[in-house]
Nanobody, 123 residues
């Protein structure tokens, strides 16, 4: 499985971005997909996860309401809509695939990872 994340960039505080993660090599539609983020010197942090058919989601407590994860299995793509961005949201965002069905929040349970896309938020 190969995951390709895109959509990062520079945005002003209060703005929005939508990240995309396209899977190839093996259909991702049967698996949980998640987003994580990481800043220099810190551990990778859980952002959101979505079940294989999109019926269940799981969010980091501090992000629910501003971020929304969704997927289009016909395109093998998962999205992360980020609204009302804050400077603290700046990070490299990674998408990942898990073989577990319980939408884990721990990066240990994700087997495949994308290369990351940089999000920068100016104040």
């Amino acid at each position: 499985v190969q995951l390709q994340a895109s959509g990062g960039g520079l945005v002003q505080a209060g703005g929005s971005l939508r990240l995309s993660c396209e899977a190839s090599g093996r259909t991702s539609s049967s698996f949980t997909m998640g987003w994580f983020r990481q800043t220099p010197g810190k551990e990778r942090e859980f952002v959101a996860a979505i079940s294989s058919r999109g019926g269940r989601t799981n969010y980091a407590d501090s992000l629910e309401g501003r971020f929304a994860i969704s997927r289009d299995n016909s395109k093998n793509t998962v999205y992360l809509q980020m609204n009302k961005l804050e400077p603290e949201d700046a990070a490299v965002y990674y998408c990942a695939l898990s073989l577990r069905g319980d939408l884990p929040r721990t990066n240990y349970y994700y087997r495949y990872w994308g290369q990351g896309t940089q999000v920068t938020v100016s104040s």
